[in-house]
């Protein structure tokens, strides 16, 4: 059965022409699900038209199953569970200028970063646009959502045609309204879908998966370093600079004796000179499966003042929702491992 969520309005006043209801009905059904409503609740709409399309379309989205409270700064962690049984995870971070989601775009993870606990089981099945723009809307009951990072479970340019799709659907007039240059966007590096991205007509921030100064060291954590160097990855976000107007974010993981030395800095530097582009530097998150070490503070600092001093804009991450499992995929396996070892409980 098709997500409700999925469908535009111009694609739901073709399914209500076609029932022979008005035009009008297109952006009732619209307004209705982007506030999350199920059919049973449209109010204004027919009842036996409420009943054909809730026999028709899944109009249950996506659930919220379980939250976890961060005690140390609030941040909410979401284990949504989809209609056909699958979970996924989403994180609501809370800052002083309003509320950041961070949502998911796969069920798992292909790219099979060293660092990520959402790709130890692999790609299970890409989302749809609704079932994307669904982790919003659930979210968006307990109050406001002001910018989406697409940086959950997945690559979302791995899942290239739903991704474009949300994002259209993102700032559909009558829906959630949300601006792109309220949307990050986060990838591993596929180049040509990057480049297809800049032309989209989309300018979301593009935040690039860096985590090294070099390819030698980014295809030891990186597998589709294999595939796409770092001078074509460079080269795309140029690009993509260059069409969008939208300065572009490096996510440089700091691990403990591989990429994170003064010297790494420097060569890091280098790379990036002349290009408008933040890097953001980010503590690792401890993934008991992996045998990496995130750096210690100290070293992260000696990092950023090494980049600073070579005139590149930096800063370290805020970390988050440590006591909750923030990191991607952490939640998830936790939960599938305790459901099968005990069924019902976390």
Same mark, same amino acid.
């Given at each position: 059965?098709?997500?409700?969520?999925? %469908?535009?309005?111009?694609?739901?006043?073709?399914? %209500?022409?076609?029932?022979?209801?008005?035009?009008?009905?297109?952006?009732? &059904?619209?307004?209705?699900?982007?506030?999350?409503?199920?059919?049973?609740?449209?109010?204004?709409?027919?009842?036996?038209?409420?009943?054909?399309?809730?026999?028709?379309?899944?109009?249950?989205?996506?659930? !919220?199953?379980?939250?976890?409270?961060?005690?140390?700064?609030?941040?909410?962690?979401?284990?949504? $569970?989809?209609?056909?049984?699958?979970?996924? @995870?989403?994180?609501?971070? $809370?800052?002083?200028?309003?509320?950041?989601?961070?949502?998911?775009?796969?069920?798992?993870?292909?790219?099979?970063?060293?660092?990520?606990?959402?790709? *130890?089981?692999?790609?299970?099945?890409?989302?749809?646009?609704?079932?994307?723009?669904?982790?919003?809307?659930?979210?968006?009951?307990?109050?406001?959502?002001?910018?989406?990072?697409?940086?959950?479970?997945?690559?979302?340019?791995?899942?290239?045609?739903?991704?474009?799709?949300?994002?259209? *659907?993102?700032?559909?007039?009558?829906?959630?309204?949300?601006?792109?240059?309220? &949307?990050?966007?986060?990838?591993?590096?596929?180049?040509?879908?990057?480049?297809?991205?800049?032309?989209?007509?989309?300018?979301?921030?593009?935040?690039?998966?860096?985590?090294?100064?070099?390819?030698?060291?980014?295809?030891?954590?990186?597998?589709?370093?294999?595939?796409?160097?770092?001078?074509?990855?460079?080269?795309?976000?140029?690009?993509?600079?260059?069409?969008?107007?939208?300065?572009?974010?490096?996510?440089?993981?700091? !691990?403990?004796?591989?990429?994170?030395?003064?010297?790494?800095?420097?060569?890091?530097?280098?790379?990036?000179?002349?290009?408008?582009?933040?890097?953001?530097? !980010?503590?690792?998150?401890?993934?008991?499966?992996?045998?990496?070490?995130?750096?210690?503070?100290?070293?992260?600092?000696?990092?950023?003042?090494?980049?600073?001093?070579?005139?590149?804009?930096?800063?370290?991450?805020?970390?988050?929702?440590?006591?909750?499992?923030?990191?991607?995929?952490?939640?998830?396996?936790?939960?599938?491992? $305790? @459901?099968? @070892?005990?069924?019902?409980? *976390?």
């Amino acid at each position: 059965m098709t997500n409700a969520l999925d %469908l535009s309005v111009a694609q739901w006043e073709a399914v %209500l022409k076609a029932a022979g209801e008005p035009a009008f009905r297109a952006r009732q &059904v619209f307004a209705w699900l982007h506030k999350g409503a199920r059919f049973s609740q449209m109010a204004n709409l027919p009842k036996a038209l409420r009943e054909r399309l809730a026999a028709q379309y899944d109009d249950a989205g996506v659930v !919220i199953e379980k939250r976890f409270v961060s005690e140390l700064d609030g941040t909410v962690k979401y284990l949504y $569970r989809l209609c056909d049984g699958n979970f996924i @995870e989403g994180v609501r971070m $809370r800052y002083h200028y309003g509320d950041t989601l961070c949502v998911s775009t796969q069920v798992g993870c292909r790219m099979g970063c060293r660092f990520c606990a959402s790709t *130890l089981e692999g790609l299970a099945r890409n989302l749809t646009a609704g079932e994307i723009l669904g982790q919003l809307v659930a979210a968006q009951a307990e109050g406001k959502i002001n910018n989406i990072v697409l940086m959950g479970s997945g690559e979302p340019l791995d899942n290239y045609d739903n991704t474009v799709r949300f994002l259209h *659907l993102l700032r559909e007039k009558g829906g959630v309204e949300m601006s792109m240059r309220s &949307v990050s966007l986060s990838t591993c590096g596929l180049v040509p879908q990057l480049r297809a991205l800049a032309g989209e007509g989309l300018p979301v921030t593009l935040s690039v998966s860096l985590h090294a100064p070099n390819d030698a060291i980014r295809r030891q954590v990186m597998p589709v370093a294999d595939a796409y160097g770092m001078d074509a990855l460079l080269d795309a976000c140029r690009y993509y600079l260059e069409k969008t107007g939208r300065r572009v974010i490096f996510e440089y993981a700091l !691990i403990e004796g591989l990429n994170s030395a003064p010297a790494h800095a420097q060569e890091l530097a280098a790379r990036l000179r002349g290009m408008q582009c933040h890097v953001n530097l !980010i503590p690792l998150n401890p993934v008991p499966e992996r045998q990496l070490r995130g750096a210690t503070r100290r070293t992260a600092e000696a990092f950023l003042q090494e980049l600073t001093r070579l005139h590149i804009s930096a800063t370290i991450r805020r970390e988050m929702g440590r006591d909750i499992s923030g990191a991607c995929g952490q939640l998830r396996r936790r939960y599938l491992r $305790r @459901e099968t @070892e005990t069924p019902g409980g *976390l």
